[in-house]
C-alpha cells in the first residue's frame, strides 16, 4: 500500500517561492507517475506537474512551465515541487498523486484523476498581498 504525505504549504506574497513535498512509502515498483496536482474552488482537479518514478522525465503545464520544478529524492522516497514567482492564480490546495502506469509522462499528466490510485491529503497554498 503507497501512502503519500503533503507539506510544505502556505502563504506567500506573489512572486515569491514555496516548495512542497510528498514522502512516500510503500512503493513495491518502479513504473508510478507521481504528480501533483492543483484544486481550485469551482474547478477541476487539474495536474500541474508530473515525474516518473521510473526514468525521471518531467512534464509540466503550460501555466507553470519556467516557474515550477518537479524532482525526486530516491534516498528519501519524496517528490518535491518548487514553486517560483509565484501569481495569485496558483492558489488552491495541492495534492501529490501516484498511479501505476505504462502510458508516456505527457499522456499520463493530462490523464483524468482516476488514472491516479493514491493521494496525499492535499496541503493549501495562498498566493495574496
Known amino acids: 500500500q503507497l501512502q503519500l504525505v503533503e507539506s510544505g504549504g502556505g502563504l506567500v506574497q506573489p512572486g515569491g517561492s514555496l516548495r512542497l513535498s510528498c514522502a512516500a512509502s510503500g512503493f513495491t515498483q518502479n513504473y508510478y507517475v507521481i504528480s501533483w496536482f492543483r484544486q481550485v474552488p469551482g474547478k477541476e482537479r487539474e495536474a500541474v506537474a508530473c515525474i516518473s518514478n521510473r526514468n525521471g522525465r518531467t512534464y509540466y503545464v503550460d501555466s507553470v512551465k519556467g516557474r515550477f520544478n518537479i524532482s525526486r529524492d530516491n534516498a528519501k522516497d519524496t517528490i518535491y515541487l518548487q514553486m517560483n514567482n509565484l501569481k495569485p492564480e496558483d492558489t488552491g490546495v495541492y495534492y501529490c498523486?501516484?498511479?501505476?502506469?505504462?502510458?508516456?509522462?505527457?499522456?499520463?499528466?493530462?490523464?483524468?484523476?482516476?488514472?491516479?490510485?493514491?493521494w496525499g491529503q492535499g496541503t493549501q497554498v495562498t498566493v495574496s498581498s
Open positions: 498523486a501516484a498511479g501505476a502506469t505504462l502510458m508516456t509522462i505527457q499522456a499520463m499528466c493530462v490523464a483524468p484523476r482516476n488514472e491516479y490510485d493514491y
